[in-house]
């Protein structure tokens, strides 16, 4: 079992910067790859971002490339997403999951284990 928890959420103007933390625990965090995802009200839950193992490996969401940035520490077992720019389109519940893979991935079935989640709004 491997146990996330999600911090760092908040409100924010459009234009501002969080970010969003994911502690882990339980097994050995550094066999997981780590995703971050979001879901909006009256929405899907959507992909953000994913880190491989040892962050050799990243995905984006077209929407927030260029803007967020994936990071880990495994020394901490932490899971980093920096947001910046953000808009408000970016309203949502996030959630950070972990897939027991080498590699980032997008795919959400792979993903085993979720955390509770952290809202962040944006305002205009």
């Known amino acids: 079992q491997v146990q996330l928890v999600e911090s760092g959420g908040g409100l924010v103007q459009a234009g501002g910067s969080l970010r969003l933390s994911c502690a882990a625990s339980?097994?050995?965090?550094?066999?997981?790859?780590v995703g971050w995802f979001r879901q909006a009200p009256g929405k899907e839950r959507e992909f953000v971002a994913a880190?491989?193992?040892?962050?050799?490996?990243?995905y984006y969401a077209d929407s927030v490339k260029g803007r967020f940035i994936i990071s880990r520490d495994n020394a901490k077992n932490t899971v980093y997403l920096q947001m910046n720019s953000l808009k408000p389109e970016d309203t949502a519940i996030y959630y950070c999951?972990?897939?027991?893979?080498?590699?980032?991935?997008?795919?959400?079935?792979?993903?085993?284990?979720w955390g509770q989640g952290t809202q962040v709004t944006v305002s205009s």
């Open positions: 339980g097994r050995t965090f550094s066999n997981y790859a």
């Open positions: 999951a972990a897939a027991y893979l080498r590699s980032a991935t997008m795919t959400t079935e792979q993903y085993d284990y």
């Open positions: 880190i491989g193992r040892i962050g050799g490996s990243f």
